[in-house]
């Protein structure tokens, strides 16, 4: 069983910074990839970024490439997202995810809403 938690979302102006934390339960966080998604409202939930067990390799959606950069400690069991040159099309409900085998775990989210 694992358990995500959330953490960092809140109002922003255009061109502003977040930085998301994600804690993560359990004794082998440190051996999985980890993942953000977001979900904005009356669409479907879309990748964000992926990290590897490491953290040495890294992969972007093309929307958020540049801007955001993923990252982990795993002495913490921390996944991170540090958000910069945040838009209005980034509001939405933020989440993070890993895998063990077929099943699929999410964190409760964090909205982060960028105003115009």
């Known amino acids: 069983q694992v358990q995500l938690v959330e953490s960092g979302g809140g109002l922003v102006q255009a061109g502003g910074s977040l930085r998301l934390s994600c804690a993560a339960s359990g004794r082998t966080f440190s051996i999985y990839a980890m993942a953000w998604f977001r979900q904005a409202p009356g669409k479907e939930r879309e990748f964000v970024a992926t990290i590897n067990w490491s953290g040495g390799s890294t992969y972007y959606a093309d929307s958020v490439k540049g801007r955001f950069t993923i990252s982990r400690d795993n002495a913490k069991n921390t996944l991170y997202l540090q958000m910069n040159s945040l838009k209005p099309e980034d509001t939405g409900v933020y989440y993070c995810?890993?895998?063990?085998?077929?099943?699929?775990?999410w964190g409760q989210g964090t909205q982060v809403t960028v105003s115009s």
């Open positions: 995810n890993t895998d063990r085998g077929s099943v699929r775990y």
